[in-house]
C-alpha cells in the first residue's frame, strides 16, 4: 500500500512540474493526439472482439 501511495505522490508531483514547465498550447496538442489515437484504436475493434475483451467468459 504504501508503495502504491508513494507512486502516486511522485505521479502527481510529475505533471505538477510538467504543467509548470510546458504551455497550455503544447499540453492541449499533446491531449488531442492522445486522445485521437485512442479513438481511432477504438473503432478498429469490432463488437464481438471487444466484447470478449470484457467478458472472456463468454468466448
Known amino acids: 500500500m504504501e508503495e502504491s501511495n508513494n507512486q502516486r505522490e511522485w505521479f502527481i508531483d510529475y505533471w505538477v512540474s510538467y504543467m509548470k ?11 488531442n493526439v ?18 470478449k475483451l470484457k467478458s472472456p467468459t463468454l468466448s
Open 21 to 31: 514547465t510546458h504551455s497550455d498550447k503544447e499540453w492541449s496538442r499533446q491531449q
Open 34 to 51: 492522445l486522445i485521437n489515437s485512442m479513438l481511432k484504436s477504438a473503432k478498429q475493434w469490432l463488437r464481438e472482439e471487444y466484447l
